[in-house]
């Protein structure tokens, strides 16, 4: 059994930044590559990021790239989201995945965390 916690969501102003983290417990996820999504009010949940096992393979959605960046600390059985530059439209509850490959995480991950709310100020 893998269990997710998302952490590091609030309210910030357009322009700031935050830092998200998922904490896995239960069991490793050193071997699993992982991911982030989020889902805004009204819509379907969509991808945002992934990272591969040995962070070789990254890959964004387009609206986030060169302002979010992914990253994983398997020591810490931690993901990480780097958020900068937010704007209104990132406001959305931002949960985080594990799958067995980047391929897995975009389109049926293994195992989902709970999510934590982005609220972002105009």
């Known amino acids: 059994q893998v269990r997710l916690v998302e952490s590091g969501g609030g309210l910030v102003q357009a322009g700031g930044s935050l830092r998200l983290s998922c904490a896995a417990s239960?069991?490793?996820?050193?071997?699993?590559?992982m991911g982030w999504f989020r889902q805004a009010p009204g819509k379907e949940r969509e991808f945002v990021a992934t990272?591969?096992?040995?962070?070789?393979?990254?890959a964004y959605e387009d609206s986030v790239k060169g302002r979010f960046t992914i990253s994983r600390d398997n020591a810490k059985n931690t993901l990480y989201l780097q958020m900068d530059s937010l704007k209104p439209d990132d406001t959305a509850v931002y949960y985080c995945?594990?799958?067995?490959?980047?391929?897995?995480?975009?389109?049926?991950?293994?195992?989902w965390g709970q999510g934590t709310q982005v609220t972002v100020s105009s």
């Open positions: 990272i591969s096992w040995n962070s070789a393979i990254t």
């Open positions: 239960g069991r490793t996820l050193s071997t699993r590559a």
């Open positions: 995945a594990a799958g067995p490959s980047t391929q897995r995480v975009r389109s049926a991950p293994d195992y």
